[in-house]
């Protein structure tokens, strides 16, 4: 089993997945990466796929859909997902190889175990690379650092923080234990994915705990 399946949508990305894929590889030939083209017609996006498909064979695997919106490229990732883990990364993400070492140290770590973490939960760093600016999303006032924890250890949040699905990492079984379907041909989606409470088909924290560990890295206009 792979240790992570990251899930890739990928529509028109032409110009820059290839960041993206190239800052996933090195995390090692235990992950897999699942490029979804979710109907691309204006540029070269499907055949880039096939192409980093057949450059690294054990690693990456691509989808070929009909336009489905982001939800349902979500929706074709986590379906084909064998990961133990499963996050997602659009195709105009990057993540930061090194800070991302603490993470897999960690997602390592919990294979084998009888009841894995099924939730792990980074930081963000928002990226508007045309203003030379860039926002951090921080948790350090909401979750223990560096430790799995539960809902009884979890702070408050201010007003402009908030978990998308820039921050999380699930337990792959975990969402397809639930029949976590994501909606197509909508618009931010990414809260959807993100957890909420204990009741409801979030219920994730409720087995285990979290992680926070820094790690990612976004480009604006992702949407």
């Known amino acids: 089993m792979k240790i992570i399946s990251f899930a890739v949508p990928c529509f028109n990305s032409a110009d820059y997945m290839e960041k993206c894929v190239y800052s996933l590889l090195p995390l090692g030939d235990d992950i897999e990466i699942i490029l979804v083209d979710d109907g691309s017609t204006k540029d070269n996006t499907a055949e880039i796929c096939d192409r980093l498909v057949a450059e690294h ?19 074709a990732g986590l379906a084909a997902a064998e990961g133990l883990y499963f996050k997602v990364v659009d195709s105009d993400d990057w993540l930061d190889e090194e ?6 140290a960690f997602i390592r770590s919990q294979a084998g175990l009888a009841e894995p973490t099924d939730l792990v939960i980074s930081n963000y760093v928002y990226e508007k690379v045309y203003e030379g600016k860039s926002v951090s999303m921080g948790y350090r006032n909401v979750f223990p650092e560096n430790r799995i924890f539960n809902w009884d250890d979890i702070g408050h949040f201010h007003l ?16 397809k234990e639930i029949g976590l379907k994501l909606p197509h041909h909508c618009f931010y989606v990414d809260n959807i994915f993100g957890p909420s409470g204990p009741s409801g088909y979030r219920w994730c924290l409720q087995r285990s705990g979290w992680e926070w560990c820094p790690a990612w890295r976004s480009l604006p206009d992702s949407k």
């Open 160 to 175: 402009s923080q908030y978990l998308l699905m820039h921050s999380v990492i699930y337990r792959t079984a975990l969402l």
């Open 57 to 75: 064979p054990n690693v990456i695997r691509a989808i070929h859909q009909e336009n489905a919106g982001h939800g349902g490229a979500v929706n």
């Open 99 to 104: 800070a991302m070492e603490t993470i897999m």
